[in-house]
């Protein structure tokens, strides 16, 4: 069974930085495309972050030279570093598998439960 | 970076047909997903490659793209159906993904 567990989240202050980790299990991360999505209270689904098979990443450009995506294969586990973090990045973060394998096509069936950061001071 | 538009709400009643919008320039060149969202609740799929169902989605749902709409549309509604819906797309020349503002259903 396809799992994917994030953590990482809570307050952090304006400028301040944050690592989010999302451990899977029931599939292996480095052989699917991964991506990272989220949503400010109230607000919609905002596409953050992706990494390839082969390793390219990808960013919006809201969080570009800000945010890092990455992967660690012996763990198993997805990670998004966000630096200088403003209160425009409070929302729950999501991350996600790409379906269909090599047909791909930027689906996205399989989500985390999410995990709220909170930028304030 | 690619835009699309979807209208904030849209209400129909049990056992009607709800029909949500997915506006894009050339849609119908891109692929697009559907996603639902119940409050509290992450996404889940619906419509992936623009009208396929996911395992486990009923058949009630159901997809469709081309020119510049694409289309959700959800026949026999039913009270379980209201949530918030999403449609997605990802832009190769960007390598970015693109999500609709959302359409959030009631149920009348």
């Known amino acids: 069974e396809v799992q994917l567990v994030e953590s990482g989240g809570g307050l952090i202050q304006p400028g301040g930085s944050l690592r989010l980790s999302c451990a899977a299990s029931g599939f292996t991360v480095s052989s699917n495309y991964m991506t990272w999505v989220r949503q400010a209270p109230g607000k919609g689904l905002q596409w953050v972050s992706v990494i390839y098979r082969g390793g390219s990443t990808y960013y919006a450009d809201s969080i570009k030279g800000r945010f890092t995506i990455s992967r660690d294969n012996s763990r198993n586990t997805l990670y998004l570093q966000m630096n200088s973090l403003r209160a425009e990045d409070t929302a729950v973060y999501y991350c996600?598998?790409?379906?269909?394998?090599?047909?791909?096509?930027?689906?996205?069936?399989?989500w985390g439960q999410g995990t709220l950061v909170t930028v304030s001071s | 970076s690619y835009v699309l538009t979807q209208p904030p709400s849209v209400s129909v009643a049990p056992g009607q047909t709800a029909i949500i919008t997915c506006g894009g320039i050339?849609?119908?060149?891109?692929?697009v997903h559907w996603y639902q969202q119940k409050p509290g609740q992450a996404p889940v799929l619906v419509v992936c490659?623009?009208?396929d169902r996911p395992s486990g989605i009923p058949e009630r749902f159901s997809g469709s793209n081309s020119g510049n709409t694409a289309t959700l549309t959800i026949s026999r509604v039913e009270a379980g159906d209201e949530a918030d819906y999403f449609c997605q797309v990802w832009d190769n020349s960007s390598d970015q993904g693109v999500f609709g503002g959302g359409t959030k259903l009631t149920v009348l």
């Open positions: 050339k849609i119908g060149s891109k692929t």
């Open positions: 490659d623009d009208s």
């Open positions: 996600a598998r790409g379906g269909r394998g090599d047909l791909w096509r930027g689906s996205f069936p399989y």
